[in-house]
C-alpha cells in the first residue's frame, strides 16, 4: 500500500504534508505506522498542487525514494496552494517501477492517487489505454475517462471503484482525487484519516502527527470536501 494525503483549505505549502509534520509523507516513505502490506514506500514520489499563472496542476513525480531527492525540500517549501495533493509508492509485485506508475495521475485539472492493488482485468474495459502497466494508472485512466463524460469527482470515483470492486473483491481500492476545488476520497481495504483545521481539511491514508484531532474514516465509504465542508458517505 502507497500513502498519500491532502489538503482543501487556505494556500499552504506541500512541505505541510511532507516534511513539516513529524509523521508527514516524508517520514511514511520509510517507516508508516498504519500500513498493512509493504513495510516501505520506496518505490517512487509525487506531488501537485494549483497556481493562478495555470489551468492545469503542477506536478513534480520521481521513481526514486523520496528522501533520495535533495531538491524537494525547498521545492515543497515554496510549492503553495489551496488545493494539495502528495503521495509516496510501495509497487505492488508485478507492477513497473518508473515516473509513469506513480501518483499522482493528472488529466486537465484533475490528479488522483492509488493506494491499494486491483486485477488489471477489473477495469481495463472503463479505460482505452493508461500511460504505464500499473493497476493505478488503469485506474486512474477510468476515472479521467469517466470524468470527461460527466464532470463529477465523488461520482466517478464511486463508479470505478464499485466496478472495480465487483469484477475483483480482493482488490483495495482507496482513492483520492482533486481538482483544484474540492476533494473526493474513497475507503475501500485501507486506513483513511481526516483531520478538520480551523482553515481547511488534512486527508490522509494515516495521521501526519500524534495531535489530537485525527478521524478514521469507515471502510466503504466516499468522502467528498469542499469550500461547503466534508461529508462522509456509505458506498
Ligand atoms: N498497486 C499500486 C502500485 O503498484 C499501488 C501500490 C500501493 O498502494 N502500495 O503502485
Redesign the pocket.
Given at each position: 500500500?502507497?500513502r498519500h494525503a491532502a489538503w482543501l483549505g487556505a494556500p499552504r505549502a506541500l512541505a505541510t504534508l511532507i516534511h513539516e509534520p513529524e509523521h508527514g509523507l516524508l517520514a511514511q516513505s520509510y517507516a508508516p505506522r498504519r500500513q498493512r502490506?509493504?513495510t516501505v514506500n520506496a518505490d517512487g514520489f509525487g506531488m501537485g498542487w494549483y497556481d493562478p499563472a495555470r489551468a492545469e496542476p503542477v506536478r513534480y513525480r520521481r521513481a526514486i525514494p523520496m528522501w533520495a531527492d535533495a531538491n524537494l525540500p525547498a521545492l515543497a517549501q515554496v510549492a503553495r496552494s489551496g488545493c494539495l495533493l502528495g503521495a509516496v509508492?510501495?509497487?505492488?509485485v508485478g507492477?513497473p517501477v518508473e515516473e509513469s506508475?506513480t501518483a499522482p495521475f493528472t488529466d486537465g485539472r484533475w490528479m488522483l492517487s492509488?493506494?491499494?492493488?486491483v486485477e488489471r482485468d477489473a477495469v481495463r474495459a472503463l479505460a482505452d489505454g493508461a500511460e504505464s502497466a500499473?493497476?493505478?494508472a488503469w485506474l486512474a485512466a477510468a476515472v479521467f475517462q469517466r470524468l470527461r463524460a460527466e464532470p463529477d469527482l465523488g461520482e466517478a470515483l464511486a463508479e470505478v471503484v464499485a466496478h472495480a470492486g465487483e469484477k475483483d473483491p480482493g482488490a483495495r481500492l482507496n482513492l483520492l482525487a482533486c481538482d483544484g476545488e474540492s476533494i473526493a476520497a474513497t475507503v475501500w481495504g485501507d486506513t483513511l484519516f481526516l483531520h478538520r483545521h480551523q482553515d481547511g481539511v488534512v486527508v490522509a491514508s494515516e495521521p501526519l502527527d500524534d495531535l489530537p484531532g485525527w478521524q478514521a474514516v469507515p471502510d466503504r465509504s466516499l468522502l467528498l470536501a469542499s469550500s461547503e465542508g466534508v461529508r462522509v458517505q456509505p458506498m
Amino acid at each position: 500500500m502507497c500513502r498519500h494525503a491532502a489538503w482543501l483549505g487556505a494556500p499552504r505549502a506541500l512541505a505541510t504534508l511532507i516534511h513539516e509534520p513529524e509523521h508527514g509523507l516524508l517520514a511514511q516513505s520509510y517507516a508508516p505506522r498504519r500500513q498493512r502490506h509493504g513495510t516501505v514506500n520506496a518505490d517512487g514520489f509525487g506531488m501537485g498542487w494549483y497556481d493562478p499563472a495555470r489551468a492545469e496542476p503542477v506536478r513534480y513525480r520521481r521513481a526514486i525514494p523520496m528522501w533520495a531527492d535533495a531538491n524537494l525540500p525547498a521545492l515543497a517549501q515554496v510549492a503553495r496552494s489551496g488545493c494539495l495533493l502528495g503521495a509516496v509508492r510501495c509497487a505492488t509485485v508485478g507492477m513497473p517501477v518508473e515516473e509513469s506508475a506513480t501518483a499522482p495521475f493528472t488529466d486537465g485539472r484533475w490528479m488522483l492517487s492509488h493506494n491499494g492493488r486491483v486485477e488489471r482485468d477489473a477495469v481495463r474495459a472503463l479505460a482505452d489505454g493508461a500511460e504505464s502497466a500499473c493497476d493505478s494508472a488503469w485506474l486512474a485512466a477510468a476515472v479521467f475517462q469517466r470524468l470527461r463524460a460527466e464532470p463529477d469527482l465523488g461520482e466517478a470515483l464511486a463508479e470505478v471503484v464499485a466496478h472495480a470492486g465487483e469484477k475483483d473483491p480482493g482488490a483495495r481500492l482507496n482513492l483520492l482525487a482533486c481538482d483544484g476545488e474540492s476533494i473526493a476520497a474513497t475507503v475501500w481495504g485501507d486506513t483513511l484519516f481526516l483531520h478538520r483545521h480551523q482553515d481547511g481539511v488534512v486527508v490522509a491514508s494515516e495521521p501526519l502527527d500524534d495531535l489530537p484531532g485525527w478521524q478514521a474514516v469507515p471502510d466503504r465509504s466516499l468522502l467528498l470536501a469542499s469550500s461547503e465542508g466534508v461529508r462522509v458517505q456509505p458506498m
